[in-house]
């Protein structure tokens, strides 16, 4: 049985975009199993408002959902146990940068290789001494925890994901992963025990998931998430990555286009069917 999910950041309005990934989502399911998944482990942006409107919106979109919904702010002990297994394998580091010294050390840098997100993380704290080491963490430095990613991946040789939908440049099939596409990767924020990759990876763990239904943006995501998913021992889902409803520049709609939200576009006299007409062109 296919298990999709539509796992939004509760952290503004949802607008077209969001309507759009959640009806795929539920249809990608075939009758199967449609989950959603509030990703609020940014405590300081998630807010309870913007979850009810979730709940309101797509209620009103017509979708259903298996209850109770999975909050990612309520697992942040399997987070901590997925972080214990990693760093057991002696694969992770912490890192006590700032983003204005990765960004000076980019600089310096000049080679530094890039990947989606930009200048790679440099590598300053993973070569740092033990007793350094040590000694910052025993003065009370706060301190992110990043991913050897060249020593992850050769740890389990090549991998490959399967997309059933498509990535940004039509991607579709058996694709081979890239798991250093980001460089090193944190894993676990200064100010949160986890971090975006290794929450979605052990939440669609967690909850069976099969088919991973999301924007193209974020397929580039998928080379590190399976790396994550081989590190953890985790069954590898199919993705199937959808076009995105952009504005009329072409952008991707954002928190600042209140006049696309779902709360404005109702009160101005939209149905759920004139919205879903909207996806067919
Ligand atoms: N929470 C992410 C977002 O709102 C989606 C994560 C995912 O589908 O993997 O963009």
Not at 60 to 65: D, F, I, S
Not at 191 to 218: F, K, M, S, W
Request: net charge neutral; with cysteine; charged share 25%.
């Amino acid at each position: 049985m296919i298990v999709t999910r539509f796992a939004p950041s509760p952290t503004g309005y949802q607008h077209l975009g969001h309507a759009f990934a959640a009806v795929t989502a539920r249809d990608a399911a075939r009758g199967g199993r449609f989950l959603l998944r509030m990703e609020d482990i940014d405590l300081a942006r998630a807010k309870p408002e913007f979850e009810l409107a979730v709940y309101e919106d797509l209620a009103w979109l017509g979708l259903h959902w298996e209850e109770p919904v999975l909050r990612q702010s309520s697992r942040f002990d399997a987070y901590r146990t997925a972080l214990n297994q990693l760093d057991s394998l002696g694969l992770l580091y912490p890192c006590f940068c700032t983003r204005a010294e990765i960004a000076a050390e980019i600089v310096r840098a000049s080679e530094a290789p890039h990947g989606p997100e930009g200048a790679h993380y440099p590598g300053t704290c993973r070569n740092l001494a033990v007793e350094i080491r040590a000694a910052r963490i025993a003065s009370g430095a706060p301190f992110a925890l990043r991913l050897d990613v060249v020593k992850a991946a050769a740890s389990v040789g090549p991998l490959s994901f399967v997309e059933e939908g498509r990535g940004p440049t039509g991607e579709h099939g058996t694709i081979a992963a890239d798991p250093l596409l980001f460089g090193d990767i944190v894993l676990a924020r200064k100010e949160i025990p986890t971090a975006y990759h290794l929450a979605v990876v052990v939440d669609d763990a967690y909850q069976g998931v099969t088919c991973v239904t999301r924007g193209n943006d974020l397929f580039a995501a998928a080379h590190v998430q399976r790396l994550l998913q081989a590190l953890l021992d985790f069954p590898a889902p199919h993705y199937a990555h959808h076009r995105l409803i952009l504005d009329a520049q072409g952008r991707k709609f954002s928190k600042r286009d209140k006049a696309a939200t779902l709360r404005e576009l109702r009160s101005r006299g939209e149905t759920p069917q004139t919205i879903c007409a909207r996806f067919r062109n």
